[in-house]
């Protein structure tokens, strides 16, 4: 089974070469037929994913499994390392399910180049995937990069109006993160001499000083802040959210995002463990202050889409501080609150972007409310959604939140227990918050009567496509919600493994 | 066994309420540019699968139109079918007409919501059955699986001990009541299947605050209680004044839950484990201070959930609901959560004795301010409103004095009582066409049954005997006044308390009087509400509520008078006496003011509290002040900071790099050998790095 991952590569990337073949169909024969084919390469890819789940060991769930290691660049001591553990496994899934889920909802839209649509959606898939499967230090590099380019063209072809301007933010503020993660990632290895993940892990920092791990911890921490995104490096987010097509949206939110806090557990916290012990405090108060921030930026907005994007800083925040615990219970939030948010948030997108689709616009005055009159389907699936983002016990949301503040309230011994419940109370009036903003949002789009004005021809209701685009998404998330354990039994011995504990 | 029955009863409702949500038809309302009631026949036959516009039963067109119109008194809902109409209805001129009311989805809704829950109740029953041959012990427990978090596990069980057997009964007996009940209140609306369905899952999520065994899973039914409370009282969304009732309900309880959330990492961290049954064993061992921090915690949620001061302003707006919602959720069962659980964790916060006494002054100042709100208010419901806070702090004031099942045999009374009348006021409502007592008066002849039943319902409010909650008032003033002499309040705190719940029962005297002479005696009106806009619903009936209604009504109006009889042997005759006396004094009182002008409203003897009694003493306007408003301009700055400043600094440093790049162009001039010479002192640097860190 050690082909998988390679195949889960494989299969998005030949997808995508076949694509530069020229083809000669009519261009509407062509449309569908392109259709279907990007629907194939990425249920291959899903089916790969499942595939991969299904073998997997869990009771083994700490250790890196299906592992394939080849010499790369022997020369530079470059391998292609990859592999599969508890922590990446949810991540890999998740990601083969909403590029399928965005090719699900691309059959029943019409979109300006599709051939291109679906090539760059394909090469973002190869680099989402190969990010989360890959075990050494600069392959992962390598792929956090690749994911960049095609995103670059997603928001700035077929987004929205101000795209030029949100795409050029996106990829000048990413690249920059990156650089700045370069640096840490090349000072470790010039530290222990090896780009091995699962050694650099084995190891914990044995071979570093603890100002080099502090040096490496901030340059890596940065690097993958800026993708997380973390308060105060967050606004290239809700630009690239509100101009980014839809699907761009999706996976922006459900999977670019959560690359940065994998980073985080995979990188950050086991290899250095000396620097997150320093650096934790403060990556727990920029977290916090992100919670509290997104939600009031989130209370004021007037564009849906926006506000779902701010929403994502807020939740990312409550990651993070998951992350800034570094007790199993905090660590073990945040890649739950991770697939949640990825969840809920991918599904918030997808009906964010139907409704702009519908009224032409997602500025909230504008819609004018009514929705559940208007389109009850539509209406009750976005009160279904917010209501899990807010984080409601049975719903997936909640797991993540909850675990992260319990996280807070006992946090890793040598770290400030008032200061981290400080940071609780903060979290906890950010859960107040977050459900304000939503329900408000809630009250002025789906409640109240349309205005008459706001009459024109009767607007379609979720149609059979979005449907089936959306209906995996709420299933995982009840699934999730109601049963905690399908996601904990496996995050648990990979966290345990992570942090060094039997 | 019996942890079966509980996890079965549990989880019907959930059941029901999800297949009711699927088959939800779920018709768009569609654009009607015609002025209402332009349908003049009611169609004979609906097909159910027909999404036609035209096709638009004419008793509901109204409400979409009529409702908007209806928040002349802060948000209070109407039945759907027979509103109260205000003038500016007739003017609405384009309305999104409701889609076709299809009676055969609603009676397939009806059924997917009674049979599980009658199901429920019966089980509860077989339940109690098994429970009282005593052949389980102190606690069943059974899990289903257990969460390994990475810290304390998190294990997914139940546990039924006598306390869940007794309110379990309570709350699916009510919710049957109420489930069939709905069913003639909500004849004509076409949301009824969504309706029905989220009462099933609040049902479920109340048995599983009941039957859980662990504070985590307590916690999510909780939770999910508290969302079915939010989507219900925003059942008519089409009034923003519901909408906001309904966000204010949620976000108010979510205030205390977090405290409430907190409490339960403090409990359960302290006893290590989130297990009730490992709590209330380990209890003894955790050092005061935490047992303190931990039940102050889960105070604020339990003030949250059960309406207590100071997170007690939720609840009168939560009349926006429909009444039988009013009925179940915000007077019978939800807001008696919070007691339920004070009662159930109630060693721990016996142990914490600073708890106790926050818990007294709280349920001293809320039922006494709760009664004089209630004397002052017009609308029917919010009466009743503010008689739920006022009763709920009974409770709270018996479990204060240390005395849990006091606390919890009014809880149960309450809750018989309590939904009986709330169901009777639907009736009135039904028949008048509006909440407001001013426009009742003289039901006593057309609605003979309502009235006999709503007067048992009043009886039992005010503690007269025979009714039930005679018994259960003088359970919880023996164990009150017990607690002033010894116990484990403090002095002060007990004779505050005493004193307030005795001057409570003159007040609950006094009002119940006033509203049950408001509504039922004296003459109707003479202006009665302004004629119905043509084409809606026959807005008054002015008679008797169907079957389905009045059935309900008079299965509770039973336990409602009978039940405190189970109370009998416990009777202090002297407390007694004191209680009847005083609530009589308060009811004399109000009668002989009501004698002098029937017509006028006998809560004029408020004098110049009146308006501060009727405001509720201003706390609304007072919370908007402090938080609301604060938050909102914060929001406000937040938004502007992050264009102005974060972002600033973003483009700024974009700027300055664009300035910067501009200088270095002078270096890229095409001559070679700079190139070459940067590139080496470049390597140097490097060089000179990697000798230095390495």
Request: proline fraction near 6%.
């Amino acid at each position: 089974m050690t082909w998988v991952p390679v195949a889960l590569l494989a299969v998005p990337a030949l997808g995508a070469l076949v694509l530069l073949a020229p083809a000669a169909a009519r261009p509407r024969a062509r449309a569908r037929l392109l259709r279907g084919y990007g629907l194939a390469v990425s249920g291959l890819t899903l089916a790969l994913a499942v595939a991969l789940a299904v073998a997997f060991d869990y009771g083994d769930a700490g250790r890196p499994q299906f592992s394939t290691d080849l010499s790369w660049i022997p020369g530079l001591d470059l391998r292609f390392h990859l592999g599969v553990d508890g922590i990446s496994l949810p991540l890999v899934v998740l990601t083969a399910l909403l590029t399928f889920l965005c090719f699900v909802y691309l059959t029943g839209h019409a979109t300006t180049r599709p051939r291109a649509l679906v090539f760059t959606v394909l090469v973002l898939e190869v680099g989402m995937i190969g990010t989360f499967l890959a075990l050494d230090l600069l392959l992962f590099f390598v792929f956090f990069e690749v994911v960049l380019i095609p995103m670059y063209f997603v928001i700035a072809v077929w987004g929205g109006a101000g795209r030029r301007a949100a795409a050029v933010k996106f990829i000048l503020y990413t690249l920059l993160g990156s650089v700045v993660l370069l640096l840490g990632l090349l000072l470790i290895w010039a530290n222990t001499g090896t780009l091995d993940m699962v050694a650099l892990a084995r190891a914990h920092g044995d071979g570093m000083s603890r100002s080099v791990q502090i040096l490496a911890f901030v340059a890596v921490g940065v690097g993958l802040a800026v993708k997380t995104p973390m308060w105060p490096l967050h606004t290239w987010l809700p630009d690239a959210h509100t101009e980014a097509p839809t699907v761009g949206s999706v996976l922006l939110a459900g999977v670019l995002l959560k690359m940065g806090t994998y980073g985080f557990a995979r990188i950050a916290i086991p290899v250095l463990p000396e620097g997150a012990a320093a650096v934790a405090p403060w990556l727990g108060a920029f977290a916090v202050v992100g919670i509290i921030y997104g939600a009031l930026a989130c209370l004021a907005q007037r564009d849906l889409k926006r506000l779902i994007a701010y929403s994502s800083v807020g939740h990312m925040g409550f990651v993070l501080l998951g992350f800034a615990t570094l007790t199993p219970v905090g660590i073990n939030a945040a890649l739950f609150g991770n697939v949640a948010h990825g969840l809920i948030t991918g599904l918030l997108f997808f009906l964010a972007g139907a409704v702009k689709e519908r009224y032409g616009t997602a500025d909230m005055p504008a819609l004018g409310g009514g929705m559940l009159a208007r389109m009850p389907r539509m209406g009750s699936l976005l009160t279904f959604a917010c209501v899990a983002s807010l984080g409601l016990p049975g719903l997936a949301g909640f797991w993540g939140e909850m675990l992260a503040l319990f996280g807070a309230f006992q946090p890793a011994a040598g770290l400030s227990r008032p200061l981290y419940l400080t940071f609780m109370a903060v979290g906890g009036v950010g859960t107040v918050l977050t459900a304000a903003y939503f329900l408000v949002m809630l009250s002025r789009v789906t409640h109240g009567s349309p205005r008459p004005a706001a009459l024109p021809t009767p607007i379609a209701d979720v149609r059979g496509y979005e449907l089936a685009a959306w209906v995996p998404l709420v299933v995982l998330i009840l699934l999730f919600g109601l049963w905690p354990k399908a996601l904990l039994a496996i995050t648990t011995p990979a966290v345990h493994t992570l942090l060094g504990m039997p | 066994m019996i942890v079966t029955l509980a996890a079965m009863a549990t989880l019907l409702p959930f059941l029901a309420a999800a297949a009711a949500l699927l088959g939800c038809r779920w018709r768009p309302a569609t654009a009607r540019p015609t002025a209402v009631g332009s349908t003049a026949a009611r169609p004979t036959a609906v097909d159910p699968t027909a999404v036609d516009p035209t096709a638009v039963d004419p008793t509901v067109v109204g409400p979409a139109a009529a409702r908007t119109t209806t928040a002349r008194t802060s948000g209070t809902g109407s039945p759907a079918g027979h509103p109260p109409d205000g003038p500016e209805a007739a003017g609405a001129v384009a309305v999104l007409a409701r889609p076709t009311l299809d009676r055969a989805a609603n009676a397939r809704a009806a059924w997917i919501a009674v049979v599980p829950t009658a199901v429920s109740a019966g089980l509860a029953i077989w339940l109690a059955a098994l429970w009282a041959t005593g052949a389980s012990g102190e606690s069943a427990q059974g899990t289903l699986t257990v969460v390994d978090t990475g810290s304390l596990p998190i294990s997914f069980g139940l546990e039924v001990t006598g306390l869940s057997v007794v309110v379990g009964l309570l709350v699916t007996l009510v919710a049957l009541a109420v489930q069939v009940y709905s069913i003639g209140y909500l004849a004509d609306d076409p949301r009824y299947p969504s309706y029905s369905a989220f009462i099933s899952l609040f049902t479920s999520a109340m048995l599983l605050v009941i039957y859980a065994g662990d504070l985590l899973v307590l916690y999510a039914g909780w939770e999910v209680m508290g969302l079915c409370s939010y989507l219900l009282i925003g059942h008519w969304w089409e009034d923003r004044a519901n909408s906001r009732a309904a966000i204010k309900a949620f976000l108010v309880t979510r205030v205390g839950d977090v405290g409430f959330l907190f409490g339960i990492f403090v409990l359960g961290l302290g006893a290590g484990s989130f297990r009730i049954a490992d709590v209330l064993a380990r209890y003894p061992e955790m050092p005061t201070a935490t047992l303190i921090a931990a039940t102050m915690l889960l105070l604020a949620g339990v003030a949250g959930k059960s309406a207590q001061v100071p997170l007690h302003t939720w609840l009168p707006d939560a009349m926006a609901g429909p009444t039988p919602i009013s009925a179940l959720i915000h007077a019978a069962t939800m807001v008696a959560a919070g007691i339920f659980v004070v009662a159930r964790l109630h060693p721990v916060f016996h142990a914490a004795g600073l708890t106790l006494d926050v818990l007294a002054v709280m349920a001293a100042l809320g039922m006494l301010g709760a009664a004089l709100a209630a004397l002052a208010q017009d609308d029917l419901k919010r009466v009743l409103a503010y008689s739920t806070i006022s009763q709920l702090a009974y409770m709270a004031a018996a479990l204060a004095a240390g005395d849990d099942s006091a606390a919890i045999f009014h809880l149960v009374t309450h809750g018989a009582f309590k939904a009986l009348l709330f169901l009777c006021a639907g009736a009135v409502i039904h028949a008048v066409g509006s909440n407001l007592m001013s426009d009742m008066g003289g039901l006593r002849r057309s609605m003979p049954v309502t009235f006999a039943a709503m007067t048992v319902g009043f009886a039992a409010l005010m503690g007269l005997p025979p009714a039930s909650g005679f018994f259960s008032k003088d359970a919880v003033l023996v164990a009150v006044g017990g607690s002033a002499g010894e116990g484990a309040l403090s002095g002060a705190a007990a004779w505050l308390l005493y004193a307030s719940a005795l001057a409570t029962v003159a007040v609950t005297g006094a009002y119940a009087m006033r509203a049950w002479l408001r509504t039922f005696f004296g003459e109707p009106p003479v202006v009665a509400l302004p004629e119905p806009a043509p084409g809606t619903a026959h807005v008054i009936t002015g008679h008797e509520a169907p079957l389905s209604m009045r059935l309900p009504i008079i299965v509770l109006a039973l336990p409602a008078a009978f039940l405190g009889f189970a109370g009998l042997g416990e009777l202090h005759w002297d407390v007694a006496v004191v209680s009847v006396g005083l609530a009589l004094l308060g009811a004399g009182v109000v009668y002989a003011v009501w004698r002098a002008d029937p017509l006028a409203d006998p809560a004029r003897l408020l004098g110049p509290l009146r308006g501060v009694c009727e405001r509720a003493f201003h706390v609304d306007t007072a919370y908007e002040l402090v938080f609301v408003r604060p938050v909102a301009a914060l929001a406000r700055v937040v938004v502007g900071a992050d264009a102005g400043v974060v972002d600033g600094a973003v483009r700024g440093s974009a700027k300055a790099t664009l300035r910067l790049s501009g200088l270095l162009r002078f270096t890229q001039n095409g001559n070679a050998q700079l190139y070459v010479s940067g590139l080496l002192a470049g390597v140097l640097i490097i060089a000179v790095g990697a000798v230095v860190l390495g």
